[in-house]
Every structure is written in structure tokens, then in C-alpha cells.
């Protein structure tokens, strides 16, 4: 139990593109998804919290304008790259909890998409 | 500020155990979490603590002391698959996880 899929895996494209990444809860409802980004050799950053059906908690620093959220759904969050930048070269993973941020339920995670911008 | 120590790099034998320290500076205490992420992969779920005391999960245990603010993540009869990155993590009093730099566990035969 307690699958999460993300999509794609890896993405390629220009400078100036717009990129979505797409988090599912496969066996649960979530209604809080996060959002993190993970250079090489560093640690998890927490990039946002998404909340179903309201607006996207974004740590200090995350544009909101450049990385949108939308939490439409108990079972789909997702995060589009607007104009992405060689420096939005990253590693994107998602996470989700049975019960949401409270209780002693693990934040279990997607597989990443690893994004790569030309 | 909130703070969590655990050491970069940690290197050990098969076939032999090897203990992950982490300690923490917190607003607020609702439970330890440790994480194995390997290369180029996403985190995947050890175990939880929240009370004192050790949890043992097959060949990973977990201890817990939170007056020291101190856990460790022990792993006995070590792998070569065993070589990873492992993250300590801890929930704050706004149940916000807050995230190590993990610690990179090299195994050699």
C-alpha cells in the first residue's frame, strides 16, 4: 500500500519551455501533497505544501508565479515549471501522507522526475 | 533555528553493522522518521519513532532519546545494496518535517 506515482520520470526540453509534473496517490487519498527539489549531493528542499482544493503553501524563496500547484483532486497534485531555465535543472519529487502533515504517517514518495533544461 | 546534524559520509564491511547518528534542534517534538534514498532515486520509508526506546525493523533498529535530542539508525549484516544515502527527519511542533543532509553510507566487500 501506499503507492505514489509520478510522471514523467525524465523530461528534456528548451529554455523557455513550460514543464507539468504530475503526483498521484495510487491506494489513498492525500490531501496534502509536497513538493521537493534535490540537487546533486544535496539534501531534500522542501519546495511547497499542496492542499486539495485550496491554494499551495510555498516555503521561503519558491516563486509561486514560476512553480504552479494545483491540488484539484484527494488523488492528483501537480507542479508545472513555467518558462524553465537551465538553473530549474533539477530533481522533483513528490511525497504524500495517508493523513497529512499530522500523526506518525510517513511522507511516502514518488519516483522523481529528473528535469533537464537545455 | 531548526537544526538537524547527522555525518556526511560513513563507510563500513559487509557483512558487519554500522550506526547512524542524528541529532536535532527542533521547535517542538512529533516524531523521528529515517529514510534510505539511493542514487538517483526518491526516498523510501525506514521507520518511526516518537516515544524513547529502540524499533526493530528485521536488520534496521531505531533509537530514539528525545531528552538528548538524539537518534540513531543501526544497520546489522550490512550489503552491498545497503549502500545509500540515509535521511533523519523530524516532525516540529507545526508537524512541518524537517530534513538532514542524510548521511552517504559506503559498504565495501
Known amino acids: 500500500g501506499a503507492v505514489v506515482s509520478q510522471h514523467p520520470s525524465w523530461v528534456i526540453c528548451k529554455s523557455g519551455t513550460s514543464v507539468k509534473i504530475e503526483c498521484r496517490s495510487l491506494?489513498?487519498?492525500?490531501?496534502?501533497m509536497f513538493w521537493y527539489r534535490q540537487f546533486p549531493k544535496q539534501s531534500l528542499m522542501l519546495m511547497a505544501t499542496s492542499n486539495e482544493g485550496s491554494k499551495a503553501t510555498y516555503e521561503q524563496g519558491v516563486e509561486k508565479d514560476k512553480f504552479l500547484i494545483n491540488h484539484a483532486s484527494l488523488t492528483l497534485s501537480t507542479l508545472t515549471v513555467t518558462s524553465a531555465h537551465p538553473e530549474d535543472s533539477s530533481f522533483y519529487i513528490c511525497s504524500a501522507s495517508r493523513t497529512g502533515e499530522r500523526g506518525n504517517q510517513p511522507q511516502h514518495f514518488g519516483d522523481g522526475t529528473r528535469l533537464s533544461i537545455l | 533555528g531548526q537544526n538537524i546534524d547527522q555525518p556526511t559520509e560513513m563507510t563500513a564491511t559487509e557483512g558487519a553493522i554500522v550506526q547512524i547518528n542524528c541529532t536535532y534542534q527542533?521547535?517542538?517534538?512529533?516524531?523521528l522518521f529515517w529514510y534510505q534514498q539511493h542514487a538517483g532515486e526518491a526516498p523510501t520509508f525506514l521507520s518511526y519513532?516518537?516515544l524513547d526506546g529502540l524499533e526493530e525493523k528485521g536488520r534496521f533498529s531505531s533509537f530514539l532519546s528525545r531528552s538528548k535530542g538524539y537518534s540513531y539508525l543501526l544497520l546489522k549484516e550490512l550489503q552491498m545494496k545497503d549502500s545509500a544515502s540515509y535521511l533523519c527527519a523530524v516532525k516540529d511542533s507545526n508537524y512541518q518535517l524537517i530534513w538532514g543532509a542524510g548521511t552517504k553510507l559506503i559498504i565495501k566487500p
Open positions: 519513532n516518537v
Open positions: 491506494d489513498f487519498q492525500a490531501t496534502t
Open positions: 527542533t521547535s517542538g517534538f512529533n516524531g
